[in-house]
């Protein structure tokens, strides 16, 4: 495809939730047993089989492989958009934009279910659906993460943004994948199944670093947007290692010790009950104790059928990590 000057002017990073949203579901459904992830699967992959996910809008409308409609992975309008911010443009997706993704879904499919039918015959009053179940989702198998997450993607972008600075724009793109490369104002990607060209793509280009994403490279083109370049973002490997709990005494004499002991506890999202179980601490007095957290910003909580669990917040991450 034609990379010109101008287009290396407008190429920037996004954080996006909803490719985290297809990625993550993506994982889940193939059924494999992805080394990386293999904490996060164990832990999410029963929530997910419990609330009837894996039976719904997801599972139809983001295969285990193969093309994921465009719809569902808006251009970011800035660097860190909130889930809610790409689920309101979804949610404006025109008719005909909807449809013309199924087609292409369908024909990839061998044809469209139940669902997807009705949302193909109305896509207004059903994508209302989708967007429910992806909220749902977010719930259940990513909010409770997304301090750690945005962790590790915000540092991809960082390291990326430097070696632009000090080596090139040039530079970075030829080291952000094997399969893309730039050069004589030609941006190349090995191995995509259909060709990009101007005509089929806005200018510029968005770098998504992805958490979930595989090994492989995912692109958007959808003019007039700039393409969309999903790629697996550094340090991914270390996403869900155990964080060694040490050096909390100076956090302890500022939270106290019971407080302390359930935002280490935390490093793992949990319920009431499960601290209960782990620390000692009776139920009353964790309940207690996760209120005042959360007022403080130290935790979130988030719903997860007819549980509540929680998490702690990238305020907490820092504090306990400055104190490591």
Not at 43 to 68: F, I, T
Not at 251 to 268: D, F, I, K, N
Not at 273 to 298: C, D, P, W, Y
Request: net charge positive; proline share 6%.
């Amino acid at each position: 495809m034609a990379f010109s000057a101008s287009d290396l002017a407008q190429m920037r990073f996004a954080v996006s939730p909803m490719w985290e949203v297809g990625a993550s579901f993506r994982l889940l459904s193939s059924g494999a047993a992805d080394p990386v992830h293999r904490r996060w699967l164990e832990q999410v992959r029963p929530r997910v089989a419990a609330s009837g996910l894996g039976r719904g809008w997801l599972a139809e409308l983001v295969p285990a492989s193969g093309y994921v409609p465009d719809f569902l992975n808006p251009a970011p309008p800035g660097p860190a958009p909130s889930l809610a911010e790409e689920l309101t443009t979804i949610l404006a997706t025109p008719a005909d934009r909807v449809r013309r993704d199924l087609d292409h879904l369908g024909r990839h499919r061998g044809g469209m279910g139940t669902r997807l039918r009705s949302l193909y015959a109305d896509p207004q009053a059903r994508l209302v659906r989708v967007v429910e179940e992806i909220e749902t989702y977010w719930e259940l198998a990513l909010a409770p993460y997304w301090a750690r997450l945005r962790t590790v993607l915000d540092a991809d972008v960082l390291h990326r943004a430097r070696q632009a600075a000090e080596l090139g724009a040039g530079h970075l793109i030829n080291d952000l994948h094997p399969l893309v490369s730039w050069d004589d104002n030609v941006l190349r990607l090995v191995r995509r199944k259909r060709t990009m060209s101007r005509d089929t793509a806005g200018a510029g280009l968005l770098l998504i670093p992805s958490a979930f994403k595989g090994s492989g490279l995912s692109t958007r083109v959808a003019p007039p947007d700039p393409p969309q370049l999903a790629y697996r973002a550094r340090g991914v490997g270390t996403l869900w290692e155990r964080r060694p709990a040490t050096g909390t005494a100076a956090v302890s004499a500022v939270l106290g010790r019971t407080r302390t002991v359930l935002l280490t506890e935390l490093e793992t999202p949990a319920t009431t009950t499960e601290l209960a179980h782990r620390t000692g601490i009776s139920m009353a007095g964790v309940s207690q104790n996760l209120t005042a957290l959360r007022k403080a910003g130290f935790v979130s909580a988030h719903r997860a059928g007819r549980s509540v669990l929680y998490a702690r917040t990238s305020v907490a991450e820092s504090v306990l990590s400055a104190c490591q």
